[in-house]
């Protein structure tokens, strides 16, 4: 397993328009669509984040025959390379692996009535261990990135209830009946990851000075 990351915040004193023709270079049309919806340049930049760490493995994703499961999740129909993506306001990460894979990121969320969230989305294991926090606003957030790999890892999306299931981090780690989970933090904000084999990477990929 690789897992790759960029933070756009260093993307701040660069030449907009010359970067985003960097990156919409590396993206399928319906992400650069979405692009110039929104004019979010981390969404543009996992795209382009994809086309990088599939590159490493050999495949050239914009070329590539690919399908999407029921549920919009993306795979190739004649390689046995998987991989998933994930971006949060500043940072944009992939994963890929020869196993099915989930990845999610999440800024901290340092506002809010988490308490009220994890009694409506957390198990009741997960509320009880929030509790027990000092920082809860920090775990929380781990907490909810790595029940969400695992929704993304499973292809099920919300339709599997999030509290019918159980993540409590140890040593930044879970194990759940069918898969393991990993969670790292990245430059202040949470990435987690979910396969079904426990053999994830130490080292994050770095890619943010590769796109200045």
């Avoid at 692009?35 to 490493?56: Q, V, W």
């Avoid at 129909?77 to 991989?83: D, G, I, P």
Wanted: aromatic residues 12%; charged residues 25%; glycine residues 4%.
């Amino acid at each position: 397993m690789r897992i790759y990351f960029a933070d756009t915040r260093s993307f701040a004193q660069t030449d907009t328009e010359a970067l985003v023709k960097r990156l919409s270079a590396l993206v399928k049309p319906k992400r650069l669509e979405l692009y110039m919806r929104h004019r979010n340049i981390t969404k543009l930049c996992a795209g382009a984040l994809l086309y990088c760490a599939l590159k490493e493995h050999g495949i050239d994703y914009l070329n590539e025959k690919s399908a999407y499961t029921e549920l919009g999740k993306e795979y190739f129909t004649e390689k046995n390379v998987f991989f998933n993506i994930s971006h949060s306001k500043d940072i944009a990460c992939c994963a890929v692996d020869i196993y099915n894979v989930g990845i999610d990121c999440e800024q901290v969320k340092d506002s809010g009535d988490i308490l009220r969230l994890a009694e409506r989305f957390f198990s009741e294991k997960e509320t009880e261990y929030l509790l027990s926090c000092a920082d809860k606003h920090r775990e929380f957030t781990r907490i909810w990135t790595m029940k969400e790999s695992y929704v993304k890892y499973t292809s099920q999306g919300f339709s599997k209830p999030v509290s019918s299931f159980t993540c409590i981090p140890t040593d930044d780690m879970c194990s759940l009946p069918d898969a393991f989970v990993k969670t790292y933090d990245v430059n202040g904000a949470y990435l987690s990851v979910c396969s079904q084999m426990n053999d994830f990477p130490e080292k994050l990929c770095d890619m943010t000075d590769f796109f200045l």
